[in-house]
């Protein structure tokens, strides 16, 4: 139940288009849903979070879409560009707790 | 500003020995997180300090430990190191109170031979 299941495990877009990952969970208990990306060499830095009480969340190219009936969450890229090749996280916790629970990672490679 | 600091960045360690690796949070951030990342298990939750108590802690064995100072800087320890544990030990801070939005480091890339 503590689980943050994410696909796809890889993703190939070329430049331009919209990139798209998904991520559900479980446990209703999770009230805050950031997304990470990382570089290789580097750690992960947060991008954009969501709160179940918001629907979207939408930061210039990255927009966070949430179903809370679903339990799903997804990341989508607009006008997708090549340096935003690499991998993106999802994660999830709960209210007062520090603890990230993150899903297993996308991949992804924008094709110029 | 500057960001979270983590010393070393590569380390070479044998089975057995143990090792501690630091953590200098963001200034003004009381929380800081360990988490390891590796290709097979991800990036999973190690512990978390908050003015010198541990207030949550992962599903690691006993080998793992951690301390934080009083000023904020945090170490790890592993102790009785094996193969398994060669990972990237990534350290993350934040205020501690009122947000969750958590900043990390660069990590420490831990080899055991």
């Known amino acids: 139940q503590q689980q943050v299941k994410q696909s796809p495990q890889s993703l190939i877009v070329q430049k331009g288009g919209i990139s798209i990952i998904n991520c559900a969970y479980e446990?209703?208990?999770?009230?805050?849903f950031p997304w990470y990306q990382q570089f290789p060499g580097k750690g992960p830095a947060l991008l954009i979070a969501?709160?179940?009480?918001?629907s979207e969340k939408k930061e210039g190219r990255f927009t966070i879409s949430f179903n809370k009936s679903a339990k799903q969450f997804s990341l989508h890229i607009m006008d997708s560009q090549p340096g935003d090749s690499a991998t993106y996280f999802c994660?999830?916790?709960?209210?007062?707790?520090?603890?990230?629970?993150f899903g297993s990672g996308t991949r992804l490679l924008v094709r110029p | 500003k500057a960001g979270v600091t983590q010393t070393p960045r590569y380390l070479i360690k044998t089975r057995g020995q143990q090792v501690t690796l630091s953590c200098s949070p963001i200034?003004?951030?009381?929380?800081v997180s360990w988490y390891q990342q590796t290709p097979g298990q991800g990036l999973q939750f190690l512990f978390e300090?908050?003015?010198?108590?541990?207030?949550n802690k992962g599903n690691f064995p006993g080998r793992f430990s951690g301390r934080q100072f009083s000023n904020s800087r945090s170490e790890m320890n592993v102790s009785t190191l094996e193969l398994g544990d060669s990972a990237l030990y990534l350290c993350?801070?934040?205020f501690g109170q009122g947000t969750e939005t958590q900043y990390f480091g660069p990590g420490t890339r831990l080899l055991v031979l």
């Open positions: 993350a801070s934040s």
């Open positions: 446990n209703t208990a999770f009230d805050y």
């Open positions: 969501i709160r179940p009480d918001v």
């Open positions: 994660a999830a916790s709960m209210f007062g707790s520090y603890k990230l629970i």
């Open positions: 200034s003004g951030h009381r929380s």
């Open positions: 300090y908050f003015s010198e108590t541990q207030r």
